[in-house]
DNA sequence: CTCATTTGCGCAATCGATATTGCAGGTGAA
DNA sequence: TTCACCTGCAATATCGATTGCGCAAATGAG
């Protein structure tokens, strides 16, 4: 006998299934099962018996059917570099739980820092009918926002700016001279010297570099301190850049390191863990990025850590308010003093 | 005069307007769109008619449309507890690398290590359409299988195993005993000193802290050294729990630590910060867990690093081919030794 | 008992894309 | 010239949920 019993290969129950279940409509099962059940004056009676029949069935909403339909999706997407470091996983964390907060459903996409991949998962996200969509440290924001503008869908950058959406950034200039000031203190109390220090990490083209580096700069000039142009070491984000550009310069004697991010970071403790017991002894550092594990590595003065909450605050203040592109937001960062504990 | 002329407020284009706007029939446009237009023998010059117009036109498909139609969704998707550790960054970054490389669209969200954020994500992720969700990490593992199998969701566990559905898991037990023979040699090699050894971090209620401390037990009994229950600190995994553990525990002379996760090793870090240098000298840890800073903490003998690669691998393998809920496939660890220099 | 309201709910159109079917007009063989 | 067949495209039903509209029954006022 072939399968004549309009006997279904078990699918997923929709909202037909249900009113048939229920002895009802579709239109007041909808109704009841996404809560406008009372602005549609259906009875208290039907609506727990369309409820009780769904949980049976085990109905979840087709979102697809119900955004489809709706005038908002209230889906808002996030596209992001890596998740394999804290400020960007704090970034995706913080952004899920503040959507979630706002009634949105956020959707969070990583591209591995390559364009074209940005490129395609901000148009996958505008497919998947995104009301906004956060460029996270884009390598190229225009080109995101382009494509956002083309398709009708408001944008925000994060972490790096652009011009033609509204961006939220750290402050950059006032967290990097806040983390060369107490480099250089350091350096003087500790080893007695005074600098100059070296930049480490980082692309120049890269605004966070450069805002960074100026700061860096600044601070030095300010203190009649003649930074010197050869320890500016930005020749990349990666580790081995960085531990490669530190090898092939000349550090002996009193050094003091200003290193980019985390990533740069682990690049800095390999070329230290190279140099001798006495040379690593004058040998101090601050890093621009915040890891657990920082404050427990020999040499570190401090750390900036960005302040990913109030971030988040301000981008989710300009998705209320419609807001035009205009300068980048700027958020003061934390610094986190390490203050290592005298070891035998 | 009341805008009457047709003209829209600009929204997205639908394949009706590239279809006016082309001079064809909307079902032409899907074809061209969708790369079916060959099978549908729609001629060459039409196709780029309407390419060309959608392009002008900054055309998107609409997702939730076209998958509402579709038979299959082509979405996978997957809960994480936190992105915040290098474990869990790499299993979502090359989940979605994974996914799209099979031409899926994955999704991903993280849920706190909130039992009800847990099943609320996967119930809105089943509204997505998902064909396939991953449950990594869950601390319920039953109640999410449960969940998609009311739903003719097909679930598999990654990292906690459940009976409900196919897991993918890391092979803690040999893990643990090799980390641990490790740092019983360095001990021995080191301070000239035979265990016992500590247990920190992680509960025991939890499969993978439990395989680890038997690999744990096992590997110690081996050599004839008999384990104390009273070394065993698995209070839970926040850094303040392994600290304080440490802190309430007698532990003067050698020691060694068997760290259960990057998170309890923060709380042993600062644990250990606290020591006098005579003691920390005489401190050596491994952990079960890597992160790119351990290699540069004092004391560190090694670290266990879960082969993510190999658990994506074979979870992908698991969705090809569906298999049965059977016995979790174990996914050797790889083990990381560290070497830390001799300082002065 | 009549008429106006209110209550409770169903009908049917709609969102945008897909896929089956159908239907002209053209081509080639007999 | 006739007819089978192919080419190129359009019409149309459909996926599941939402929502404006309308209508019958219940209720209340007079």
Redesign the pocket.
Do not use: H
């Given at each position: 006998m072939v399968a004549d019993e309009g006997e279904e290969i078990s699918?997923?129950?929709?909202?037909?299934?249900?009113?048939v279940l229920a002895?009802?409509?579709?239109?007041?099962?909808?109704?009841v099962?996404?809560g406008?059940?009372k602005k549609?004056?259906?009875?208290?009676?039907?609506?727990e018996r369309v409820s009780r029949v769904a949980e049976e069935q085990g109905?979840?909403?087709?979102?697809?059917?119900?955004?489809?339909?709706?005038?908002r999706s209230k889906i808002i997407g996030m596209i992001i570099p890596k998740y394999d470091n804290r400020y960007f996983g704090a970034i995706a964390e913080h952004f899920e739980a503040r959507a979630r907060d706002q009634g949105l459903f956020p959707v969070v996409t990583c591209t591995q820092r390559d364009p074209a991949l940005e490129v395609e998962a901000a148009k996958e996200l505008i497919s998947y009918q995104v009301e906004t969509l956060i460029a996270t440290g884009a390598t190229d924001p225009e080109r995101i926002t382009q494509i956002c503008q083309a398709a009708r869908v408001r944008s925000i950058n994060l972490d790096l700016p652009g011009s033609g959406a509204p961006s939220v950034i750290s402050d950059n200039y006032t967290g990097a001279m806040d983390l060369t000031d107490v480099l250089l203190d350091r350096c003087k109390e500790d080893l007695g010297w005074q600098g100059p220090l070296t930049f480490v990490g980082g692309r120049l083209s890269d605004h966070n570099t450069a805002e960074r580096l100026r700061g860096f700069l600044d601070a030095q000039k300010r203190r009649g301190i003649d930074p010197q142009q050869a320890k500016v070491l930005a020749l990349g984000y990666s580790a081995d850049n960085s531990e490669n550009a530190l090898m092939s310069c000349e550090t002996t004697g009193p050094t003091g390191l200003f290193i980019n991010s985390t990533i740069s970071l682990e690049g800095a403790m390999r070329w230290y863990r190279k140099q001798s017991a006495k040379q690593s002894n004058m040998i101090r550092f601050g890093c621009f990025d915040w890891d657990p594990f920082g404050e427990f590595l020999p040499g570190n003065v401090g750390m900036v850590q960005q302040d990913v909450e109030t971030m988040l605050d301000r981008t989710f203040e300009l998705i209320g308010s419609d807001a035009k592109p205009d300068n980048p937001v700027l958020v003061p960062c934390i610094f986190r003093p390490v203050r290592t504990e005298k070891r035998g």
């Open positions: 699918k997923r129950p929709t909202i037909y299934d249900i009113a002895g009802t409509s579709p239109s007041a099962v909808s109704s099962l996404n406008t059940w549609r004056r259906i009875s208290v009676k039907l609506a109905y979840t909403t087709n979102i697809q059917a119900s955004v489809l339909r709706r005038a």
